[in-house]
């Protein structure tokens, strides 16, 4: 089987393997940039922080509304 390839037929079917290989392993990079840029926009809509939540965002807000309606509630 190998005894019919060429060194150079060899060499040219690595090189097209590689450079698919390439365009597979750059496609998951532009994919995995692409999550986490997505993962930071909803870190930053929820106010998470490495430190916990800030007071901004979904879940700030969320908590002051709750905290409003407990309020209102109460009167």
Known sequence: MFESVTQSEL???MEQHLLM???VLGGMDIFVRRLELRITRIEE???LEPEGICASGWVADLQRLKAD???LRGQ
């Open 11 to 13: 060499r040219s079917q």
């Open 21 to 23: 290989l390439e365009e």
């Open 45 to 47: 809509g929820l106010g």
């Open 69 to 71: 309606v407990a309020r």
